[in-house]
């Protein structure tokens, strides 16, 4: 019988880590700006990027990019 293909839910945590997210950026339009106030959160790329419906590296990029603005 070949085996199922399971679907990870995410946890608890993480669901309260996801919408904490969500909350501190709803007011913020801008995704570069929104993606620097996850990094200081302490949210890591691939997860701001899939926040922000993004590429991982995006938030690194709108992190460098901040002094160049």
């Given at each position: 019988m070949p085996k199922r293909k399971t679907v990870e839910t995410p946890d608890a945590q993480e669901r309260i880590a996801r919408a904490l997210a969500v909350?501190?950026?709803k007011d913020i339009t801008d995704?570069?700006?929104a993606a620097r106030r996850l990094l200081?959160?302490?949210y890591d790329s691939p997860t701001i990027g899939g926040l922000l419906d993004v590429g991982p590296n995006f938030a690194n990029v709108a992190k460098a990019r901040k002094g160049t603005k």
């Open positions: 909350i501190a950026v995704k570069e700006e200081g959160m302490g």
